[in-house]
T-cell receptor, first 116, second 112 residues
Framework: KAGVTQTPRYLIKTRGQQVTLSCSPI?????VSWYQQTPGQGLQFLFE???????NKGNFPGRFSGRQFSNSRSEMNVSTLELGDSALYLC???????????????FGPGTRLLVL | GQQLNQSPQSMFIQEGEDVSMNCTSSSIFNTWLWYKQDPGEGPVLLIA???AGELTSNGRLTAQFGITRKDSFLNISASIPSDVGIYFC????????????WGLGTSLAVNP
């Protein structure tokens, strides 16, 4: 099976712009989670989508949003970019098969966003 | 955001040496996870621990779930150059298996 793919891999934007990142999960995986990774804060959970619905949400401002399509592909959007949004954005997919158990999350390579 | 306390922050060792790193929390966790991230890649799950006191191995890697449920340890034996990378501990936030809290990572460098 192909792994999790993320596009684009690198992106440069300026403050005030908006950006859309894309994630294609492993075939058959219905859950997609997004994380922001920075050197100072590490990996921070943004949100999780399952069956086109946001199921969990982290503590990020409303400028960060996402959605999931019927084929489980997901996008996240950041509006009104700030310098502090510069980070590696990681997407992870999993297959919610075991009730109550931990579902292994498989990560994509990430999109590195630089805001100038 | 909330984080786990992971130490050491970085390590520089000679090939063949053993490595130990740990992760602590002020809260109890029911699951401890250890990931490795290579440059330019996303994290990859190495070991998952589900029970206090559990000791689990994956090749040269061994991880333990602390008895207090507030800590976990990862050991790498006989390190090799491909062990280079950043090792993260993670755990489910408030029992939500899909919302993980992460340590800041231990960066490992191996001198061949």
């Amino acid at each position: 099976k192909a792994g999790v793919t993320q596009t684009p891999r690198y992106l440069i934007k300026t403050r005030g712009q908006q950006v859309t990142l894309s994630c294609s999960p492993i075939s058959g995986h219905r859950s997609v989670s997004w994380y922001q990774q920075t050197p100072g804060q590490g990996l921070q959970f943004l949100f999780e989508y399952f069956s086109e619905t946001q199921r969990n949400k982290g503590n990020f401002p409303g400028r960060f949003s996402g959605r999931q399509f019927s084929n489980s592909r997901s996008e996240m959007n950041v509006s009104t970019l700030e310098l502090g949004d510069s980070a590696l954005y990681l997407c992870a997919s999993s297959d919610p098969g075991l009730a109550g158990g931990y579902e292994t999350q498989y990560f994509g390579p990430g999109t590195r966003l630089l805001v100038l | 955001g909330q984080q786990l306390n992971q130490s050491p922050q970085s390590m520089f060792i000679q090939e063949g040496e053993d490595v130990s790193m740990n992760c602590t929390s002020s809260s109890i966790f029911n699951t401890w996870l250890w990931y490795k991230q290579d440059p330019g890649e996303g994290p990859v799950l190495l070991i998952a621990l589900y029970k206090a006191g559990e000791l689990t191995s994956n090749g040269r890697l061994t991880a333990q779930f602390g008895i207090t449920r507030k800590d976990s340890f990862l050991n790498i034996s006989a390190s090799i150059p491909s062990d280079v990378g950043i090792y993260f501990c993670a755990g489910p936030y408030a029992g939500n298996n899909r919302k993980l809290i992460w340590g800041l990572g231990t960066s490992l460098a191996v001198n061949p």
